[in-house]
């Protein structure tokens, strides 16, 4: 049976796993050292003690996949924007497990009044592109060679939503 619920600490582990296997892999993190569970608790702790949600989808008693918000910039005046992150474990993806997080995610930043959610993708990902336009996301800028990682330059895109009642159902 599987869930969506708020993350717990104790979920740091599997949390962590998830998303050091795209560090160490790929390109779509942009961080290039793997990350311990205390940081990862750390991390998690951070962002609901924002008032913000981080969200796993549990099957079986496990973490396969997390979506979470953070502050788009510190600026009061950026105070209703967030940017948005979802990751799964990587044998799992295309299932809907995504879309489903993301669902969850952008009714909890609806209900806490957040107005733009800004989803950045490292490019080329078609499958991320896909997720973020599926619930309505806009492409909003394409910024050229920002990241280097693995010994190539990389694209990263920005794309934007708007949290309407029709992208959040």
Not at 37 to 42: A, F, L, N, S, Y
Not at 73 to 89: M, Q, T
Request: proline share 2%; aromatic share 14%; net charge negative.
């Amino acid at each position: 049976m599987a869930e969506i619920r708020d993350a717990t600490s104790d979920d740091a582990g599997e949390i962590r796993t998830i998303y050091n296997y795209y560090i160490s892999n790929t390109v779509i993190s942009f961080e290039e050292t793997p990350l311990a569970t205390e940081e990862m608790q750390k991390r998690i702790s951070s962002v609901q003690s924002g008032n913000l949600p981080w969200l796993v989808y549990v099957e079986n008693n496990a973490v396969i996949g997390y979506a979470y918000a953070t502050r788009w910039h510190a600026r009061s005046a950026y105070r209703y924007s967030v940017e948005c992150s979802v990751y799964l474990k990587h044998d799992v993806v295309g299932n809907g497990i995504g879309s489903s997080l993301y669902s969850e995610l952008f009714r909890r930043l609806q209900a806490l009044k957040y107005h733009a959610v800004i989803g950045g993708i490292a490019l080329p990902n078609a499958a991320s592109v896909a997720l973020h336009e599926k619930f309505g996301f806009e492409k909003a800028a394409h910024y050229k060679e920002t990241g280097y990682k693995f010994g190539q330059w990389i694209d990263v895109g920005y794309w934007e939503l708007l949290l309407r009642e029709e992208n959040v159902t």
